[in-house]
T-cell receptor, first 112, second 113 residues
């Protein structure tokens, strides 16, 4: 089944403890992206990647890192999480940026 | 900044009625897409309309695009309780060889049985 797999689904962590949210797609998509969704603010892009080893900042990149060493994986790293990073996170991939996204199921992160 | 702004923010209708949602944007676009999100789940792509298209259909969905007014509308005909969800528009723009998606804040649709 064509899908984007994110893990974990839920995560509660403490301020400052490094964490990684994994994202993997099995559709050979070149374009991948991370979003955060907050009430009243819609989806805001954190980082995106046009292809392997090509990443770029979205609208809200501060406090996040990404890497794209393989085409299928696009992990999101929070080196030192803070409470304002509590949010619902989505990974998405696309054949190209002119096609629709396939979204993962989301990761609900709480930083206390 | 939010490119796509949906209107209304919330909509409640009876099953069988039509639901119309609107999206306005500010800059030239490559294409515009509509997505559905069921409570807290991942977004599902519904339909894409390119900047040189004016109307597109998919099942009970009809999307229009007016580039002169920088607006789009999504019509769901003969709505069902299962259509209850949030609907988002996303604009795709091209800049210096890269693409950018910007999502709006969404319309919450409730279909009453």
């Amino acid at each position: 089944e064509a899908q984007v797999t994110q893990n974990p689904r839920y995560l509660i962590t403490v301020t400052g403890k490094k964490l990684t949210v994994t994202c993997s797609q099995n559709m050979n998509h070149e374009y991948m992206s991370w979003y955060r969704q907050d009430p009243g603010l819609g989806l805001r892009q954190i980082y995106y990647s046009m292809n392997v080893e090509v990443t770029d900042k979205g609208d809200v990149p501060e406090g996040y890192k990404v890497s794209r060493k393989e085409k299928r994986n696009f992990p999101l790293i929070l080196e030192s999480p803070s409470p304002n990073q509590t949010s619902l996170y989505f990974c998405a991939s696309s054949f190209s940026a002119s096609y629709g996204y396939t979204f993962g199921s989301g990761t609900r992160l709480t930083v206390v | 900044s939010q490119q796509g702004e949906e209107d209304p923010q919330a909509l409640s209708i009876q099953e069988g009625e039509n639901a119309t949602m609107n999206c306005s944007y500010k800059t030239s676009i490559n294409n515009l897409q509509w997505y559905r999100q069921n409570s807290g789940r991942g977004l599902v792509h519904l339909i894409l309309i390119r900047s040189n298209e004016r109307e597109k259909h998919s099942g009970r969905l009809r999307v229009t695009l007016d580039t002169s007014k920088k607006s789009s509308s999504l019509l769901i005909t003969a709505s069902r309780a299962a259509d209850t969800a949030s609907y988002f528009c996303a604009t795709v723009t091209t800049t210096s060889g890269t693409y950018k998606y910007i999502f709006g804040t969404g319309t919450r649709l409730k279909v009453l049985a």
